[in-house]
């Protein structure tokens, strides 16, 4: 039984920072590899950021600097540190895993690809305002 719950999407204006989490449930931090993906209106399911059993990471270069992924083992619980938003940071954001303990190639370089996890929320949305 495996449960994912984002948390903490909100309206912000440009410039500010948000904090989201996601506790993932029923599965071990040490088998698992974690992303964020984001989603807007009419536009395709993106990757954002990835996280692999031993804390390495990756981000799509849109994010890089801005975002930032990290997890608490203890806790079960993933986080997204969103700072220095802007509009196009608005979107539906997704937590997933995928049961690996580490990342692949393509997403060391490019961030995560949504078709590679197979565990997910149903979204927290992010709204940034100009």
């Known amino acids: 039984q495996v449960q994912v719950v984002e948390s903490g999407g909100a309206s912000v204006q440009a410039g500010g920072s948000l904090r989201l989490s996601c506790t993932i449930r029923g599965l071990s931090f040490s088998n698992y590899c974690m992303g964020w993906f984001r989603q807007a209106p009419g536009k395709e399911r993106e990757g954002v950021a990835a996280?692999?059993?031993?804390?390495?990471?990756s981000y799509a270069d849109s994010v890089k600097g801005r975002l930032t992924i990290s997890k608490d083992n203890a806790k079960n619980t993933l986080y997204l540190q969103m700072n220095s938003l802007k509009p196009e940071d608005t979107a539906m954001y997704y937590c997933?895993?995928?049961?690996?303990?580490?990342?692949?190639?393509?997403?060391?370089?490019?961030?995560?690809?949504?078709?590679?996890?197979?565990?997910w929320g149903q979204g927290t949305q992010v709204t940034v305002s100009s």
């Open positions: 996280i692999d059993s031993d804390g390495s990471t």
């Open positions: 997933a895993a995928d049961r690996r303990e580490k990342l692949l190639l393509h997403e060391l370089h490019f961030g995560p690809t949504a078709g590679s996890y197979n565990y």
